[in-house]
Each structure stands twice: as structure tokens, then as C-alpha cells.
């Protein structure tokens, strides 16, 4: 390589160092280290599934308050095993902390905006982007329903005789396989990576 070809090299760096873009190595091609944002791509498929969420956890409870108009209604769908009821929650995910549904509202607001910051910071893997669209498709949907009943509807009940599960809805469904995606991207990197957004 010739002296002049060096300072080509060396002034392209300094170029793209203080452009604000990610560098760029000198054969062209960006590294994995330089990525800082999605794609247009990644954001609809981010804000799909995010949408996708919401309308299938409205349309479910829409359907079970009108299938049971009262709090407390029960429908058996396989025995002891799954039921469907109206159910209230006042609190967070699972029941916890009733009586809290006006300030977890508030909270909600802030968790949608941290999702949204969060995908444009660390959305460069699909399985993130999949991860963090359940995620807020979750939490506006349960942030609906404190908006609108003041209590997330939950409706599917699980279990065996006296050991039921909690009873949740698609929202905290969606939630919570976010969680576990995340967990697992915490303890396995390398499966953030994966569909590595270009």
C-alpha cells in the first residue's frame, strides 16, 4: 500500500468517526460493534407484533365480558383443568399489589416509553425485536383496561382442583414470554444476535 493510499484510508475513518453514522472499516462493511440502531425493517416488525398483541388481548376480553357480563361469571372449557372467568385485577402482573391499578397506569406510560428507547438501543437482533414487541404489546394492553375499567381483565383460569395457576389474560401471556426471552438472551448472548439486524 502506498503512502497516499494510507492517508485515503486514514482521512475515510476520521470521516465516518465524526459523522455520527457507524464506522466503517476499511474494506467497507460495518462491524457488529458500530451498530447503534434498527432498521425501518426491524421497526415494523417490532411495532406489528406489538399491535398484534393488543388487538388479540382487547378482542378476547371484549369477548369474554360479553359472554360473562358479571365479575365472578364462570364458563368450564376442559373440566377442572381450564375455565374462563370474569375476572378483576386492581393490581400488577398476577395479582400483585391490589388496589394499585391508577398507579401502575401511570407506571405503564413510563414502561412503554422505556420499551420503545430500549428497541432502538439494543434492537438489532430478532429475537430482541420479538422479545420487546410482546413486551409492549403486553403492556398497552393491560394499560387499556385500567384506563377503561379502572382493573386488567383477567380470564383464564388453570389448574388442579384446589392448585390453580393465577388467573392471567393474552396481555400478561405475552409478557410473560417476553420475560422469559429476555432472561435467556441475559444468560445466552449469543442468542440476541441472532437475525442480526444488518
Known amino acids: 500500500m502506498t503512502t497516499d493510499e494510507v492517508a485515503l484510508d486514514e482521512e475515510i475513518i476520521e470521516d465516518d468517526e465524526g459523522s455520527g453514522d457507524p464506522p466503517v472499516a476499511a474494506g467497507g462493511q460495518g462491524t457488529a460493534s458500530t451498530w447503534h440502531r434498527p432498521s425501518v425493517g426491524r421497526w415494523v416488525l417490532f411495532t406489528a407484533i406489538a399491535i398484534g398483541i393488543v388487538a388479540l388481548d382487547q378482542v378476547s376480553k371484549a369477548m369474554v365480558m360479553s359472554a360473562l357480563p358479571n365479575a365472578g361469571d364462570y364458563l368450564v372449557i376442559l373440566g377442572e383443568w381450564l375455565g374462563i372467568v370474569h375476572g378483576r385485577n386492581s393490581g400488577a402482573l398476577f395479582g400483585l399489589l391490589p388496589q394499585s391499578a391508577g398507579a401502575f397506569a401511570i407506571v405503564s406510560f413510563g414502561v412503554v416509553a422505556l420499551i420503545v428507547w ?3 438501543r439494543a434492537g438489532r437482533g430478532i429475537v430482541t425485536t420479538i422479545a420487546l414487541g410482546l413486551l409492549l404489546g403486553g403492556a398497552i394492553g393491560n394499560l ?3 384506563l ?10 388453570m389448574g388442579i382442583g384446589g392448585w390453580r395457576f393465577f388467573t392471567y389474560n393474552l396481555a400478561d401471556a405475552a409478557i410473560t414470554t417476553a420475560i422469559i426471552m429476555l432472561i435467556a438472551m441475559a444468560v445466552f448472548p449469543r442468542i440476541a444476535e441472532w437475525g442480526t439486524d444488518a
Not at 377503561?148 to 383460569?157: P, S, W
Open 118 to 120: 430500549y428497541h432502538a
Open 148 to 157: 377503561n375499567y379502572g382493573a386488567v381483565l383477567d380470564f383464564i383460569d
Open 144 to 146: 387499556l383496561d385500567r
